[in-house]
Every structure is written in C-alpha cells, then in structure tokens.
C-alpha cells in the first residue's frame, strides 16, 4: 500500500473511531497517531464496542488495549442497571482497569468514557459479543478475576439487587462457568467479603 493510500484508509478508519473529527486539516501529530492506531488496530473479529475503546488507548500493547477494552466493557454491562443518571463512578472504574492493564489514568477515565457510551447505545447489541470476545481472549484466572470484580462493584453499596445478580449470572454462562462454578464463586466472594468486614470490626474494637 503506498503511502497515500495508508493515509487515507489510515484516516477513514480513525474518523470512524472517533480520533478525528469533522474535516480538520491532519497535521503530523494528527498523522503518526493515526498511524499508530492502524498498526495497532484489534483485528476485524473485534466487536465495534472494543475498537472503539481500543482506538483511544493509543501506545498500549494492542493485546492488552483489546483486553482491557472488553474487560471494561462487560463490567459497564453489569453495573450499568444501578447507574444513577450521571453514570457510574470513574474513579472507580479507572482503579480496577489500571490494576489490569498498563494504561495512564487519562487513558482510563477515556477508556470509562468511551464504555459507558457504548454500553448505553450498542449494550443490547454488543453484551452478548463482547462478554464472548473476552471468553476468546482471555485465561481461565482472568475471567475468574472478570467475576470477582464483578460481584465487588455491584455491592458496592453494600448489597447486590436481584437484577444486577441474575446479569452476574448469565455473564458467568457466557464466559463458560456453569451455575454450580457461579453458586462456587459467589460463595467464595461472599466469605472474603464478611471475612473483611469481621475483620475491620475487630480491629476497630481493639480485639
């Protein structure tokens, strides 16, 4: 491909994705990051909802960018039924994606952004996909972990609705847990859970 034709394809597809906008002249930095973002681009079997996020986490080891972006997403995918009007906590979302992925804290928060509205425009559509797409890309321990954080921030204020359970629940079968793997699971998170909290009692009392 020559360089024009780079150029141009390399634009059209960071347009799409939101890197550029409108019809602005591309100056050289305009230029090498959408470059960047075509030599680091997920492959074609990615969902949209993944390039988008992907496509601003630019510099990211394009197998951890694609990881993140559908670690991110699914746990929007399940929280997303308790988000008050102004959307979930970012600050939140960004530690448990910075714990998994080598990513700034401005790329995270973009990373949140992005999730969250692709979550509320495209969820119906992408749930199902990108919850695969991450079974496809990830290790038997990372979805375990998937799960756990899962549990973590839907009780975050201190109890899960029965709702935000039944989506924890259909995530694990789409990862590829059966319900008595999920029944394990929560039991396990449920044990730590009042672990730490007798635990704090405790120190708390001077025990």
């Keep these: 491909m020559c360089s024009s034709d780079l150029l141009a394809s390399c634009v059209h597809s960071a347009r799409d994705m939101g890197i550029i906008v409108g019809e602005q002249t ?23 909802s993944v390039r988008a996020i992907v496509g601003h986490l630019a510099g990211v080891d394009p197998g951890a ?31 448990l994606l910075r714990a998994r992925a080598d990513v700034t804290a401005d790329q995270a928060l973009r990373a949140i952004e992005v999730a969250v509205y692709q979550a509320r ?12 797409e991450f079974r496809q890309i990830s290790t038997v321990e990372q979805r375990l972990d998937l799960v756990e954080c899962l549990f973590t921030v839907c009780a975050t ?19 590829g847990f059966a319900h008595h793997h999920y029944i394990a699971m929560r039991t396990s998170w449920m044990r730590e859970r009042d672990g730490a909290r007798q635990s704090r009692m405790e120190w708390s009392s001077g025990r």
């Design 26 to 48: 591309i100056m050289w930095s305009g230029w090498r990051r959408a470059v960047e973002w075509w030599r680091a681009r997920p492959p074609a079997d990615s969902t949209d």
């Design 157 to 175: 204020g201190g109890s899960m609705s029965a709702r935000e359970e039944a989506q924890i629940r259909q995530i694990c079968s789409e990862l």
């Design 65 to 95: 960018a694609r990881y993140a972006a559908a670690f991110v997403f699914v746990v929007c995918r399940a929280t997303r039924l308790s988000w008050p009007a102004e959307g979930p906590d970012p600050a939140a979302m960004a530690a």
């Design 121 to 132: 425009l495209v969820g119906a559509t992408d749930d199902f996909l990108v919850t695969r």
